[in-house]
């Protein structure tokens, strides 16, 4: 079972920055935050993920809080083709065989 | 050059019937994997395979089957189908069970 909270949708008005908040407060200290996220019709594609500290790709950038208890998955500037469900997973760092469990994820509409 | 290629993209064949899917990765990955997308969108593993081990979801029916003749190929097998297998089937790929995993573009199959 999915081990976070996130909103079932959110807008976004393009070229802005979209934010998709995430609440995994029972993580615990081996267990890293990934994001992915799929399009319509599409395979989940991967986008960061990270354990602590904060990280940036050329996709997004991901803040954690220093409690670990929250990240926010943020596209500073969200385009038509941003438009897609964001899943937010907890999984171990060491994995012992634990694969990617997808919640419903939150759908972003990237509004024009 | 797709990384992950299902075949087919769309299957539509009648109850009872035997199918097979084929997902093939040129990535070199050393595991592979099958995630299920039912209508609710939910997306649920069924098995993840590298060489040296096979794990089932043990919510998986016996009547669907993966076979690997080699490291870059995974296979599902369908027996019997039903309409409830009706969903969308992703094919999914990592370098080790660890990392974070390359997608298909799934293959639709509805049961008639």
């Known amino acids: 079972d999915a081990k976070t909270t996130q909103p079932p949708s959110m807008d976004c008005a393009e070229g802005r920055a979209a934010n998709l908040p995430c609440n995994h407060s029972?993580?615990?200290?081996?267990?890293?935050v990934y994001w992915y996220r799929q399009i319509h019709s599409q395979g989940p594609q991967y986008i960061i993920h990270?354990?602590?500290n904060n990280e940036t790709n050329e996709m997004a950038s991901l803040i954690i809080t220093e409690d670990r208890k929250s990240s926010t998955l943020i596209l500073p500037h969200a385009t038509l083709r941003d438009t897609a469900v964001y899943y937010c997973?907890?999984?171990?760092?060491?994995?012992?065989?634990?694969?990617?469990?997808f919640g419903p994820g939150t759908r972003l509409s990237v509004l024009p | 050059d797709t990384a992950v290629s299902q075949t087919p993209k769309y299957l539509v064949t009648q109850m009872g019937n035997d199918k097979s899917i084929k997902c093939e990765q040129n990535?070199?990955?050393?595991?592979m994997y099958w995630y299920k997308q039912d209508s609710k969108k939910f997306l649920k593993i069924m098995f993840s395979?590298?060489?040296?081990?096979?794990?089932i979801n043990e919510t998986v029916p016996n009547r669907f089957s993966p076979k690997s003749p080699d490291k870059a190929h995974l296979n599902l097998h369908i027996n019997s189908l039903e309409l409830g297998d009706s969903a969308v089937y992703f094919c999914?790929?990592?370098?080790?069970?660890?990392?974070?995993?390359?997608f298909g573009s799934g293959t639709r199959l509805t049961v008639v």
């Open positions: 029972t993580i615990s200290g081996n267990e890293y």
């Open positions: 997973i907890v999984r171990s760092r060491y994995n012992y065989g634990q694969n990617f469990v």
């Open positions: 999914a790929s990592s370098l080790s069970d660890r990392e974070s995993y390359t």
């Open positions: 395979y590298n060489n040296k081990e096979l794990i």
């Open positions: 990535l070199g990955h050393d595991t």
């Open positions: 990270g354990l602590k």
